[in-house]
């Protein structure tokens, strides 16, 4: 079967583990542009997050971000997104902000934290991975009022990402919500966080839909991932690649592990996936 796109996360696969992308993912992106096959990020990170050598990179075109929530066409910008509704936006929050966390919205393709919790001591305090605060400290923007913003329509968001100080806070959490909001979709990338958006908004139905509105066969796909957030994707994707470093449950799923994301996994899958 002839590859037409390779839909590829971005935290823990195609970024190594330093968050860096690497000249042999760049160049391997590059060669397989030539020979008409698509690289497309994936993330749950907002659009301004993803690393400013992917998107400047001229040869990639689309990139799909907040878990499916918003797609990115060079040229044109947003060509997608999907609003959680502002009534049901303020519920979960007030939710979410009745327990011991830190949440941050993305909304308008940024991710916006609270202004008092950008800080070590709160990154420490809530568990935040010490690889991805480089990137909060840069992309994140301070919001004082949560609930006053998404009321006022400042915020429209399209995720919520919440990281919880407690496990049992965070399970207890996660089954209120499956209740109250029906028409969510709740994931995780990470160990003590959750992912809120709307129902049917996934980073699969995000794949699906780039692919119907360019054309493609999602069945001549195939996706790459490490966590939890990439089980949707896998599902949509003609074939699915775990990389080694990656969760057992997507592991478990996957057509075939492969290398780790510190092996380069663009330049693995051109050598060994096509």
Not at 33 to 40: C, L
Not at 66 to 85: A, L, M, Q
Not at 256 to 269: G, K, P, Q
Request: hydrophobic letters at 35%; a negative charge; proline letters at 3%.
């Amino acid at each position: 079967m002839s590859i037409s796109l390779i839909a590829v996360d971005i935290d823990g696969t195609l970024l190594n583990g330093n968050s860096e992308l690497s000249i042999e993912n760049l160049e391997a992106i590059k060669r397989l542009s030539k020979r008409g096959i698509m690289t497309v990020p994936v993330t749950g990170r907002t659009y301004n997050e993803i690393p400013q050598t992917l998107r400047s990179c001229e040869d990639i075109q689309y990139f799909v971000y907040s878990n499916g929530s918003g797609i990115y066409e060079k040229g044109r910008g947003t060509v997608y997104s999907s609003i959680v509704p502002a009534e049901t936006a303020k519920e979960i929050f007030l939710l979410l902000n009745s327990y011991e966390t830190y949440i941050e919205i993305y909304s308008g393709g940024y991710p916006w934290a609270d202004v008092k919790k950008i800080n070590e001591e709160c990154f420490d305090y809530y568990r935040i991975n010490p690889k991805f605060r480089k990137v909060i400290y840069r992309s994140r923007k301070p919001v004082e009022d949560f609930y006053s913003d998404i009321e006022r329509g400042r915020l429209q968001p399209e995720l919520f990402d919440v990281f919880f100080r407690h496990m049992g806070e965070r399970a207890e959490c996660n089954e209120k919500l499956k209740v109250r909001f029906p028409y969510e979709e709740v994931v995780s990338s990470m160990g003590n966080n959750l992912e809120i958006m709307n129902k049917g908004t996934d980073k699969g139905t995000g794949l699906l839909r780039l692919c119907n509105t360019i054309g493609i066969d999602v069945k001549k796909t195939i996706a790459i991932g490490d966590s939890g957030n990439d089980l949707a994707m896998f599902k949509a994707a003609g074939a699915c690649y775990a990389v080694s470093n990656a969760s057992n449950e997507l592991k478990e799923i996957s057509t075939e592990i492969i290398c780790s994301n510190d092996e380069h996994v663009i330049e693995y899958a051109e050598k060994n996936l096509l």
